[in-house]
């Protein structure tokens, strides 16, 4: 992008709504997931039934564990509310790693490029990997 | 406890939560407590309820240009790592003395909100070196006061000390992130009731994200209790945070101390009683 076409893109581009946008997203996929697996329960079973723990060793293994979605505990209601709870674990996730890839580099503020990095990492390890 | 009954003490919980700044857990924990439900799976359950807090009313903050998110992305380096160590201590600890220790807690921060009776027009006071580096400094304009009210970060370096401390209680107890960090950015930082309120909107949800993130790893999340509180926190939230914005000063801080002054009792109590 040349510089001054950077200039413009930059004096244009309002973080605040980019992160307004992916926390309101979020909530709203996240609740959507979880009124579908309401209504397929709804419509399978007659009623709703979600009396189950949710568990597993790390976010993939619980967004990708239950497959194929016949077989997860509670079938496709159950998996669409894990869904629902990832998204909703993710959404701030994804607000911390656009924030530094906006300042490091939109902004270019390297101060908070590096603190909200160092966020992201205890995030990312604390999401990915078995502590308990 | 119903699906009906726990959607409904949701949506009271998510509206306390984001008109004061205090988080989701302050009615859901001793509401659920309360009635039978087991406070580990209590505490894991209210640490979706501040993510669902922090998710749904800090959109209309954002926008608005009211948070400081040089001083959120400061304050949740120390807020993360705490959150994340108190919810480990969780999982291995007996918790009454703690819980005694933090209603106090609450109540001398009430009374210190309460003695305190500056506007935030005074806000604009000096800055020392770091938090200057940090350029934790920041203007919002204010719908209540049809004026851009300027402020400037201060102590930061104390007040990132304080929030591992806030990060760890938060892990530990899922109760109590966001009006401590309300108090570190107002008490501490200088920073303007609103701007306080609404950055410790954005900071929770990081802080929450990772403490449910081990209570997940236990098994502590039952489905039961977890889908009727996204559902329901979230339209509370949604009222709590419109009605926010047009609030003036003195009533959001008012709404501050009242829930800090609940919380504070409800704790000791259940602390007296046993239950936890």
Redesign the interface.
């Known amino acids: 992008m040349r510089k001054i076409d950077r200039v413009k893109w930059i004096a244009n581009f309002d973080?605040?709504?980019l992160?307004?946008?992916i926390?309101?997203n979020?909530?709203l996929i996240?609740?959507g997931l979880?009124?579908v697996?309401?209504a397929v329960s709804w419509i399978q079973q007659g009623r709703?039934d979600?009396?189950?723990?949710?568990?597993?060793?790390?976010?993939p293994k619980?967004l990708f564990g239950p497959f194929p979605l016949g077989g997860a505990p509670?079938g496709l209601p159950?998996v669409l509310?894990r869904w629902?709870?990832s998204v909703?674990?993710l959404?701030?996730?994804v607000?911390?790693a656009v924030?530094m890839v906006y300042?490091a580099y939109v902004e270019r503020?390297w101060?908070?490029a590096i603190?909200?990095g160092?966020?992201l990492i205890?995030?990312t390890i604390?999401?990915l990997t078995?502590?308990? | 406890m119903s699906f009906e009954w726990l959607f409904l003490v949701s949506v009271i919980s998510g509206f306390i939560g984001a008109m004061s700044g205090v988080g989701g857990g302050v009615v859901l924990i001793p509401v659920m407590t309360l009635s039978g439900i087991d406070i580990k799976q209590a505490i894991a359950v209210s640490s979706i309820s501040i993510l669902a807090v922090s998710c749904s009313a800090a959109p209309s903050y954002v926008r608005r240009h009211m948070p400081s998110l040089n001083t959120s992305a400061f304050l949740e380096v120390f807020a993360v790592v705490g959150a994340f160590i108190g919810a480990l201590i969780n999982l291995v600890s007996g918790r009454r003395l703690l819980f005694f220790l933090c209603g106090g807690i609450l109540f001398l921060s009430s009374v210190l909100l309460w003695k305190r009776q500056d506007e935030e027009g005074a806000r604009l006071t000096g800055q020392e070196k770091f938090s200057r580096w940090l350029e934790l400094e920041g203007s919002y304009y204010d719908d209540a006061e049809s004026r851009t009210i300027a402020y400037r970060g201060n102590h930061a370096f104390l007040a990132g000390a304080l929030m591992f401390g806030t990060g760890l209680t938060t892990g530990l107890l899922g109760i109590g992130g966001s009006a401590l960090t309300v108090l570190i950015l107002e008490e501490v930082m200088g920073l303007p009731t609103k701007v306080s309120l609404t950055t410790s909107n954005l900071i929770i949800g990081v802080m929450a994200l990772a403490g449910a993130n081990v209570y997940l790893e236990v098994g502590l999340l039952n489905l039961q209790w977890v889908v009727p509180v996204i559902l329901g926190v979230p339209l509370g939230a949604f009222v709590g945070s419109k009605l926010l914005v047009q609030l003036r000063n003195q009533i959001a801080r008012l709404v501050l101390i009242s829930v800090l002054i609940i919380w504070g009792i409800e704790i000791i109590l259940h602390g007296m009683r046993g239950i936890l």
């Open positions: 973080m605040e709504d992160i307004s946008s926390l309101q979020g909530m996240s609740m979880i009124l697996a309401i709703v979600l009396e189950q723990s949710l568990k597993a060793e790390s976010i619980f509670g159950s509310v629902g709870v909703l674990m959404t701030p996730y607000r911390v924030s300042f503020r101060k908070q603190l909200t160092f966020v205890v995030l604390t999401l078995d502590w308990v």
